[in-house]
């Protein structure tokens, strides 16, 4: 049975940092793309970004240059860490493997 569960969310103040992680069990973790994704109220599910088995990586264009996406096979789990935060960035982020979710975690940037 496959698990997704994400951790690292929180209050932070604009200009902030805070580092997501999403644990996986049940998966070959290191055969598979992953990524996170985000949900403001309101709005649509967008992928912030993504990590390829090999490490390659692609994001969002609100987020370059401001976040980093990584991965540790060996510990099965996936990094977010966010930089330079806004308040745009408030939502409930996801991470994704394959089909399955996380159940996410709220970040909300105050201004």
């Known amino acids: 049975q496959v698990h997704l569960v994400e951790s690292g969310g929180g209050l932070v103040q604009a200009g902030g940092s805070l580092r997501l992680s999403c644990a996986a069990s049940g998966v070959s973790f290191n055969i598979n793309d992953m990524g996170w994704y985000r949900q403001a109220p309101g709005k649509q599910r967008e992928l912030v970004a993504a990590?390829?088995?090999?490490?390659?990586?692609n994001y969002g264009d609100s987020v370059k240059g401001r976040f980093t996406i990584s991965r540790d096979n060996a510990k099965k789990t996936m990094y977010l860490q966010m930089n330079s935060l806004k308040p745009e960035d408030t939502a409930v982020y996801y991470c994704?493997?394959?089909?399955?979710w996380g159940q996410g975690t709220q970040v909300t940037v105050s201004s």
């Open positions: 994704k493997y394959m089909v399955w």
């Open positions: 990590i390829g088995s090999s490490r390659s990586s």
